[in-house]
């Protein structure tokens, strides 16, 4: 009797499994395609970081906040084409800014590859060069560039005077933060002028105009003859300033 009554309870149990995979079907079908359409909405809505957002995320980075995700990059991951823009911004800026007319030989170089992370899953890749040489002075060079847009947003270098030091008059080295900083904006494409904004002995603060925008540097430049003669820059691209700082 008790098997039959089982059976039976089966058999009233059937309809009702049926009618239970129905609703979990229906309900599946509506939410798996929801789950896609969210999806795509976010990728939309994330747009390519700005001049700015670039800024305050490399900002981030030097001071290793862990708010600015660092994640290590192989060249094989980029095609030529993709670092052919970052190559050239690399060897122009090392050729043209070098203090040493000596015949240079590189003892030392390396690069480093990588991508900054946003919370909202955004990122910027960078590209990072350093040098170490030697001619009528002991340099060294050291640099970071936006892959994509060819951005500079950190160069220094340091150079020692080795011998030959007749060559260059301290006079013709020691040209000072602010004239430094006017001479960035060469390096600046799209760039139309610069406004100063703070001075303070070997550093400044200057503003990049190009078209609506201000890109914005921080510039030092130190030089002195004893003990040693040594020249060294540095320029570091910045957050925006203060509202109202900017006077064009």
């Avoid at 009702?16 to 896609?36: D, R, S």
């Avoid at 747009?47 to 708010?67: G, K, M, N, S, V």
């Avoid at 400044?204 to 925008?213: C, I, K, M």
């Amino acid at each position: 009797m008790k098997k039959l009554k089982d059976l039976k309870n089966l058999k009233n149990f059937k309809p009702l499994l049926g009618v239970v995979i129905t609703a979990l079907v229906v309900l599946l079908a509506a939410t798996i395609p929801a789950l896609f359409v969210r999806d795509d909405a976010a990728l939309s809505e994330a747009q390519p970081l700005t001049t700015a957002e670039r800024a305050e995320l490399f900002a981030l980075y030097r001071e290793e906040d862990a708010r600015c995700a660092v994640e290590e990059l192989q060249r094989e991951a980029f095609s030529e084409e993709e670092l052919a823009g970052s190559g050239d911004v690399i060897r122009k800026l090392r050729s043209s800014l070098r203090i040493d007319r000596g015949e240079i030989v590189p003892e030392s170089t390396g690069e480093r590859f990588f991508l900054l992370g946003t919370a909202d899953g955004r990122g910027l890749r960078m590209r990072e060069y350093y040098e170490q040489s030697a001619g009528d002075w002991s340099n060294w060079f050291r640099v970071y560039v936006d892959i994509d847009t060819q951005e500079v947003f950190f160069l220094y270098q340091s150079s020692k005077c080795l011998k030959n030091e007749e060559k260059y008059p301290e006079e013709d080295a020691a040209v000072g933060a602010k004239e430094m900083a006017e001479l960035w904006i060469e390096y600046l494409p799209g760039c139309e002028r610069m406004i100063l904004l703070e001075e303070n002995e070997n550093m400044v603060s200057a503003a990049y105009l190009r078209g609506d925008e201000a890109i914005y540097y921080d510039t030092r430049y130190t030089t002195y003859t004893s003990p040693e003669y040594v020249v060294d820059f540095r320029f570091a691209i910045r957050p925006p300033m203060e509202e109202g700082q900017v006077d064009a």
